[in-house]
């Protein structure tokens, strides 16, 4: 895999625990201590206004895009990436 580098997209701000956001990226990122027995690898990419999502998993070379066509529950991608991380892990 490459070396997955963006430069200035990738100048990481805290905005609220567990997510960063550069220029138009998201990372979502849980530290070690929320999941000791099965590290929570980084996520980037954005989550959308609407359910929508595209996320990348470098350490897995692992990408994702969906949407659950719904605007009711915005953190559903949050949950559910980490989850088809460890199935295909």
């Given amino acids: 895999m490459e070396q997955w580098n963006n430069g200035t997209m990738e100048q990481w701000n805290k905005i ?12 979502y990122k849980l530290p070690r201590f929320m999941s000791p027995f099965t590290p929570i690898p980084a ?3 954005h989550s959308g206004a609407s359910g929508s999502f595209l996320f ?8 994702m895009a969906g949407t659950f066509n719904q605007i009711n529950k915005p953190s559903a991608p949050f949950s559910l990436t980490p989850k088809i991380a460890q199935i295909l892990r």
């Fill in 16 to 27: 609220f625990f567990p997510l960063e956001y550069g220029y138009g990226l998201m990372r």
């Fill in 43 to 45: 996520f980037i990419g």
């Fill in 56 to 63: 990348i998993c470098p350490d897995q070379d692992l990408y």
